[in-house]
């Protein structure tokens, strides 16, 4: 399996902008935290030294993580035309699960792809690869830990 993740060149472009700000404010800030609390005294009892340490713990995880991102991304051209009701990257699906009246929608892609009301799924998980390319009306199963489950894609689009 690729370490790549396709990516729009929105999300791309917001990631780029919080790697530059973690790097440069970021680090700035967290450096100047860090100093004002050693400057607290003994820092084996010092718990502002030692929050600082770990928010800056935090905060190059999260570079790293991001910079991993960027490094493996593919930025999906999203002038090229679409599978019109294909389900792939970077589409919203809505499906059923079997013996369930009810629907659910998810987006299709990177949790850095997240949108506000959509659940993602990640296209390299057990149900993203039996969804992708597949169209409505179709019924697909996929090994979960409770089991076999069967989900029928009711749309595929926004």
Not at 43 to 54: C, I, P, R, T, W
Not at 84 to 113: F, M, N, P
Not at 119 to 127: A, D, E, H, R
Request: glycine content about 8%.
């Amino acid at each position: 399996m690729t370490n790549e993740t396709r990516l729009s060149k929105a999300a791309y472009d917001r990631l780029q902008e919080e790697l530059d700000d973690l790097t440069t404010r970021g680090r700035v800030d967290i450096a100047r935290i860090i100093e004002r609390a050693r400057e607290l005294g003994d820092l084996s009892e010092n718990a502002d030294y030692h929050a600082a340490k770990d928010d800056q713990g935090r905060m190059e995880a999260r570079i790293r993580q991001i910079q991993s991102i960027l490094d493996h991304a593919e930025v999906l051209d999203e002038d090229a035309p679409a599978a019109d009701g294909v389900v792939a990257t970077g589409t919203v699906v809505t499906i059923r699960y079997e013996g369930d009246d009810e629907t659910e929608q998810y987006l299709i892609g990177s949790i850095e792809e997240r949108r506000e009301g959509l659940s993602v799924i990640s296209p390299g998980s057990p149900l993203g690869r039996a969804l992708l390319g597949q169209r409505p009306g179709a019924t697909v199963s996929y090994d979960a830990p409770s089991g076999t489950l069967r989900v029928e894609i009711v749309a595929v689009g926004d």
